[in-house]
């Protein structure tokens, strides 16, 4: 209590020398309204936060059933809140549970979110393939090899 005394008496004393005069009431008084306009947005926070551990042990669960029931309890966590949704949809773009991450982005809280359309942009191509379609890929991606694949090397350079 005496450091909380001492920089109550600091912040007052740097009022006073500005030449403003206020009783001594007014500082406990903006720091506890400070609190209650705050109070909003850190219960906001620790909801994303329980959400995404509760993600976190959904991940590293090997049954399909408790990871879906995980992820539907984090979502039940969080609510309608566009803070808690766009961590849920973050995470599970991260992690490759798209989804996921599409069911969370298509919710009507999300609809004109600027940061709804970051995530689905990142998403882009992310289909899950065929296996001709991964090969297809896999060949297309791989470097020729061969005499004429170092000719058309040194032409690129020059």
């Given at each position: 209590?005496?450091?909380?005394?001492?920089?109550?008496?600091?912040?007052?004393?740097?009022?006073?020398?500005?030449?403003?005069?206020?009783?001594?009431?007014?500082?406990?008084?903006?720091?506890?309204?400070?609190?209650?306009?705050?109070?909003?947005?850190?219960?906001?926070?620790?909801?994303?936060?329980?959400?995404?551990?509760?993600?976190?042990?959904a991940?590293?669960?090997?049954?399909?059933?408790?990871?879906?029931?995980?992820?539907?309890?984090?979502?039940?966590?969080?609510?309608?809140?566009?803070?808690?949704l766009?961590?849920?949809?973050?995470?599970?773009?991260?992690?490759?549970?798209?989804?996921?991450?599409?069911?969370?982005?298509?919710?009507?809280?999300?609809?004109?979110?600027?940061?709804?359309?970051?995530?689905?942009?990142?998403?882009?191509?992310?289909?899950?393939?065929?296996?001709?379609?991964?090969?297809?890929?896999?060949?297309?991606?791989?470097?020729?090899?061969g005499?004429?694949?170092?000719?058309?090397?040194?032409?690129?350079?020059?």
């Amino acid at each position: 209590m005496n450091g909380l005394a001492a920089l109550v008496n600091m912040v007052m004393d740097l009022v006073r020398s500005s030449g403003v005069v206020l009783p001594a009431w007014a500082f406990p008084c903006a720091v506890v309204g400070l609190t209650l306009v705050l109070i909003p947005a850190r219960v906001r926070s620790e909801r994303a936060s329980r959400a995404r551990r509760l993600l976190t042990r959904a991940a590293a669960s090997n049954s399909v059933t408790e990871r879906d029931r995980l992820e539907a309890e984090a979502l039940q966590e969080v609510g309608a809140d566009t803070h808690g949704l766009l961590t849920i949809a973050g995470w599970a773009v991260e992690r490759g549970r798209y989804a996921l991450a599409r069911s969370v982005l298509a919710r009507p809280e999300l609809a004109q979110h600027p940061e709804r359309r970051k995530l689905l942009a990142g998403m882009q191509g992310t289909a899950p393939l065929s296996a001709d379609a991964l090969i297809a890929r896999v060949l297309r991606e791989s470097p020729a090899e061969g005499p004429d694949h170092a000719s058309e090397h040194r032409d690129q350079q020059g």
